[in-house]
């Protein structure tokens, strides 16, 4: 893996992370999973009881719902880099509060650094209003794509909303066949 010694330091470093109150309750830091040299990355807002229980995202049940969406697209966690806007476990799986997202905000743009995806795909509204603007409006602007900085933007449910209401799972079927279609047309690596 290229830039090896500058994942490590800046995993070191967010491992020792005090800047918020979320960096004193948490079991493990939930810093990131999958390919660091993907052309796709994926944001979510914040680790659940069972991310910070394994210090790796997305692996309760929105996570088995995620792995599945990607499997309709024939991507893997292998295959895409997953992080979170924030990498504690905000209490009771509550929003991450604006001044924690602050805090986290150096730690996820040094991860979107090295990887340097082409693809960032926001999961939720949270990470939407975070990356591609403040006022972003999942239900309305979910599958759209934005252009920021040189690289592709688009924000779809969030797994956990899924499970919560299935009937906008068509919607986000609908969001990652824009995915697919975007992924032939701009990365040079087959997916």
């Given at each position: 893996m290229k830039n090896q010694e500058a994942w490590d330091t800046l995993r070191r470093e967010?491992?020792?992370?005090?800047?918020?109150?979320?960096?004193?309750?948490?079991?493990?830091?939930?810093?990131?999973?999958?390919?660091?040299?993907?052309?796709i990355m994926l944001i979510?807002?914040?680790?659940?009881?069972?991310?910070?229980?394994?210090?790796?995202?997305?692996?309760?049940?929105?996570?088995?719902?995620?792995?599945?969406?990607?499997q309709m697209i024939d991507l893997d966690r292998n295959k895409v880099y997953i992080?979170?806007?924030?990498?504690?476990?905000?209490?009771?799986?509550?929003?991450?509060q604006p001044a924690e997202q602050v805090a986290c905000r150096g730690w996820l743009n040094r991860q979107?650094?090295?990887?340097?995806?082409?693809?960032?795909?926001?999961?939720?509204?949270?990470?939407?209003?975070g990356i591609i603007k403040d006022d972003f409006r999942?239900?309305?602007?979910?599958?759209?794509?934005?252009?920021?900085?040189?690289?592709?933007?688009?924000?779809?449910y969030h797994p956990s909303a899924l499970l919560r209401d299935p009937s906008k799972r068509p919607e986000a079927f609908m969001d990652l066949r824009a995915l697919r279609k975007e992924i032939r047309e701009i990365c040079t690596r087959t997916y």
């Open positions: 967010c491992a020792g992370c005090q800047g918020c109150e979320l960096g004193r309750t948490r079991s493990n830091l939930v810093f990131g999973v999958g390919n660091p040299e993907s052309e979510g807002e914040g680790p659940g009881e069972q991310e910070d229980l394994q210090g790796v995202p997305f692996v309760g049940p929105a996570g088995k719902l995620l792995d599945s969406m990607l992080a979170n806007m924030v990498k504690c476990r905000p209490p009771r799986n509550r929003d991450p979107i650094e090295l990887v340097d995806p082409k693809i960032i795909v926001c999961l939720g509204r949270i990470a939407a209003m999942i239900t309305r602007e979910h599958g759209q794509w934005f252009t920021l900085g040189g690289r592709m933007y688009m924000a779809t």
